[in-house]
């Protein structure tokens, strides 16, 4: 069943045309069928009348007063002649003569209707009805039979209505086949109509649903419509113009901002008044660590689970004024953020949102503790063998020491001080050097280098009696690389290695080449380093264990000398260890084939 509501403009306007020409076209029928049968009708009374006047001047009062049969014989001529049924009846109702039945058949008359009207009218009287004796509807006409202005009888004339039924359903017929014809062209007259009122409407509703889809060029074709129309497409295409200029503003406006927040290197977090995420750039999600997705329409404290954020934030909303603290967040790292909590208001001073400004400042404090730590490493490293020279030298100019081999012991002191200085020193201008500046590099043979390295440090193995093997692959490549440089990470690599395995203990040297890459690593089965020192080694100064790095002569200085030396190659330092289970540290280079 059609439900209307969801019925189209169209549709309904050619349901109701439909249905008020079909109306208009059923009361028409109705009228025109009606007053033809009443016409019809009108004009077969007036036949009978006509007849009945005629029938009356042959009928003389004697006869009827006196029954004569020669009325029957009238009757039946009378019928012959006009095709009509005609029967004389008596004052009292009786029949006296019938031109279609047996009168001793018949009953009274006195009551029939039409009689009944001609004797109290005086005139005539008139009924259509179903007749049982001859089973077909009549049209019955009934006239006074006077003598002297006195009713004597009644002449009763009658027609079937076959022949007016007949005659109606030709007119039914051919009014039919009018309305018919009348019915389709209105039809197709309206649907015209409703066409030319209804297909522009849907042109503007199909331009307007794909200028709703992006496809702003869409316009409607004006010169089709009529003038109001027209001016209905005209304003439609000046507002998707107005419309398309606007939105082309907003997009390229939209895309400035995307472009600068996008390349930010500060974090940027909008909000609304209730305190959900409108917007966060690539900065603030990777200082967070999550998804673009997972956060625009949510609370900050739900999302990011850092009550302190949430606080600042309703804290800057009920000041009205920007606060700027410093937080410390992890997931899973923990990082240092400076923040920014900026209200935004509206024209009456309500608050609209907010605007969350976030740097990441885990790097600079690093960079401060390191710093802090170089400066604390260095005094120290300086200060050490500096006051032990100092102390030496006053012993000698202000004791009279005559023994000479006391004397000589405490020059040897001095000196073993100053060359420790002097390590210290030159260790501190290699590493500069190698941070300030970039170097070439070049094909170059690591194998004749790392046999250089192995043939240097064999002997001091020995030494130990530790087991020191070198597996290196055959064909191996030629690599990029500044030889010395490399040459001072495999003899700073391979000598901790020996200074931090126990006597007997067993080192493996491995170079390999995977893909384009030729990897290099030492293992070791020393006292290893624990998992958290493990981030710090390659740090200036820093020393698991101090005071046996002292006694072993380091200085603290040698891995991040390595570090900077392979970052330079394009390559990182690793290490794995396990604390007394001993280390083992790797990196790769190009190769240059």
Do not use: C
Request: overall charge negative; proline content about 2%; hydrophobic content about 40%.
């Amino acid at each position: 069943m059609l439900k209307w509501n969801k019925l189209g403009i169209k549709n309904r306007l050619i349901i109701i045309f439909i249905v008020i020409q079909l109306f208009i076209i059923g009361l028409s029928f109705y009228y025109f069928s009606t007053n033809h049968r009443e016409f019809y009708l009108e004009q077969e009374k007036i036949s009978l009348e006509h007849y009945s006047q005629l029938m009356l001047n042959n009928i003389s009062p004697e006869e009827v007063k006196n029954e004569n049969k020669i009325l029957e014989d009238k009757a039946a001529e009378w019928a012959s002649d006009s095709e009509t049924r005609i029967t004389i009846i008596a004052a009292d109702g009786e029949v006296l003569a019938d031109s279609h039945y047996e009168i001793s058949e018949m009953d009274n008359h006195r009551n029939r209707p039409e009689v009944a009207q001609a004797v109290s009218n005086e005139s005539s009287g008139s009924e259509i009805r179903y007749s049982e004796t001859i089973e077909e509807e009549m049209l019955y006409y009934a006239v006074p039979i006077r003598d002297q202005n006195k009713i004597i009888g009644i002449l009763r004339t009658a027609r079937p209505l076959k022949f007016i039924r007949s005659v109606l359903i030709e007119d039914i017929k051919s009014y039919l086949f009018f309305f018919v014809i009348l019915a389709l062209i209105t039809i197709f007259l309206g649907w015209r109509l409703t066409y030319s009122i209804v297909k522009p409407l849907e042109t503007v509703t199909e331009t307007a649903e794909k200028i709703s889809k992006g496809d702003l060029s869409q316009r409607i074709p004006v010169r089709k419509y009529n003038s109001e129309i027209e001016k209905l497409a005209r304003m439609f295409n000046f507002m998707a113009e107005e419309l398309e200029d606007k939105i082309t503003e907003i997009s390229q406006e939209k895309n400035r901002i995307e472009a600068i927040l996008e390349s930010m290197v500060d974090g940027v977090i909008a909000v609304d008044k209730e305190g959900k995420v409108a917007l966060i750039n690539p900065a603030a999600r990777r200082i967070f660590n999550i998804e673009a997705e997972k956060v625009k329409g949510k609370e900050l404290i739900s999302t990011l689970f850092s009550h302190r954020i949430d606080m600042y934030l309703e804290r800057a909303f009920d000041k009205k004024e920007s606060i700027s603290r410093e937080i410390k967040y992890k997931n899973p790292d923990e990082k240092i953020i400076h923040a920014t909590f900026i209200p935004l208001l509206d024209e009456k001073e309500n608050i609209s949102g907010g605007v969350i400004v976030l740097t990441d400042i885990t790097e600079l404090r690093k960079l401060e503790t390191v710093r802090n730590d170089f400066v604390a490493n260095v005094s120290h490293e300086l200060r050490t063998p500096l006051t032990s020279m100092v102390g030496y030298l006053d012993t000698l100019l202000e004791s009279d020491i005559e023994d000479p081999e006391t004397r000589d012991r405490f020059l040897k002191i001095i000196k073993e001080e100053t060359d420790r200085l002097s390590v210290l020193i030159k260790d501190l201008m290699d590493l500069s050097k190698i941070e300030s500046q970039s170097f070439d590099l070049e094909a170059d043979n690591f194998k004749e280098v790392l046999n250089k390295v192995v043939n240097l440090l064999e002997k001091k193995a020995e030494d130990k009696n530790i087991d020191f093997e070198v597996v290196v692959s055959e064909n191996l490549p030629l690599v990029y690389m500044v030889r010395e440089q490399i040459k001072q990470v495999l003899i700073n690599l391979i000598d901790n290695a020996i200074k931090y395995t126990p006597a007997g203990g067993k080192i493996k040297v491995k170079v390999e080449k995977e893909g384009d890459k030729v990897y290099f690593s030492v293992k070791d089965n020393g006292m290893g380093i624990p998992q958290a020192a493990q981030e710090r080694i390659f740090e200036r100064f820093y020393r698991v264990d101090k005071a046996r790095s002292r006694a072993l002569g380091g200085t603290g200085i040698g891995l991040s000398i390595v570090r900077n030396i392979i970052k330079q190659h394009g390559s990182e330092i690793q290490v794995k260890s396990r604390e007394g289970a001993g280390s083992e540290f790797y990196f790769y280079l190009k190769a240059a084939e």
